[in-house]
């Protein structure tokens, strides 16, 4: 079974623009939540999306959304990018609702913000 | 509130024993994973507990004090491909299901 599958692997934008990043989770799950790492910060949560609702969201402003399609793919959109956006932006796919099951991790998405 | 906290680094040399300590905070506790992320990848999943006490799974142990909010994972036969963060997030369930990591412990094995 494929494991969560991350578009783009890299990414290079300047200070204002938007982005769009893609998470496929593995097949069968339901779940996708999505991650913010920084050096400083760690991995804090972002959002979490189970059948096409947002079920939980972390502490982001409102500049950071996401969705979910019927087949379970999700996109998570940054806008009026700053600096301080730049991360490694990782989602995890589960079976179930987070909190219920495993979450698997995809190899997430170097987001570099000039 | 939820409060993760863990060694920041911890050295330890090849063949070697280490245990990485955990203690947790959390509202509507569900159990606690744990997680190791090497370098620029992405964390994968090593153990999950629910039940108080210790489950063996090859070189890596993980045990769990419901009572105390305390965990640690045990790495023994240490080797260099160890070197990584290691992350336990515990798992609240239900509406708040999502994982909350806090900065993890980067273990550096030495030869």
């Known amino acids: 079974k494929a494991g969560v599958t991350q578009t783009p692997r890299y990414l290079i934008k300047t200070r204002g623009q938007q982005v769009t990043l893609s998470c496929s989770p593995i097949s069968g799950h339901r779940s996708v939540s999505w991650y913010q790492q920084t050096p400083g910060q760690g991995l804090q949560f972002l959002f979490e999306?189970?059948?096409?609702?947002?079920?939980n969201k972390g502490n982001f402003p409102g500049r950071f959304s996401g969705r979910q399609f019927s087949n379970s793919r999700s996109e998570m959109n940054v806008s009026t990018l700053e600096l301080g956006d730049s991360a490694l932006y990782l989602c995890?796919?589960?079976?179930?609702?987070?909190?219920?099951?495993?979450?698997?991790f995809g190899p997430g998405t170097r987001l570099t913000v000039l | 509130g939820q409060n993760i906290d863990q060694p920041t680094e911890m050295t330890a040399t090849e063949g070697a024993i280490v245990q990485i300590n955990c203690t947790y905070q959390t509202s509507g506790f569900n159990g606690l994973f744990w997680y190791q992320q090497h370098a620029g990848e992405a964390p994968t999943f090593l153990s999950y507990?629910?039940?108080?006490g210790l489950e063996e799974k090859g070189r890596f142990s993980s045990f769990l004090s419901r009572s105390k909010g305390y965990s640690y994972l045990l790495l023994k036969e240490l080797q260099m491909k160890d070197s990584a963060s290691y992350l336990c997030?515990?798992?609240?369930?239900?509406?708040?299901?999502?994982?909350?990591f806090g900065k993890g412990t980067k273990l550096s094995v030495k030869p």
């Open positions: 999306y189970f059948s096409e609702t947002q079920r």
């Open positions: 997030p515990p798992e609240r369930g239900g509406s708040q299901g999502n994982l909350i």
């Open positions: 995890a796919s589960s079976l179930r609702a987070a909190g219920l099951d495993t979450q698997y």
């Open positions: 507990n629910v039940l108080d």
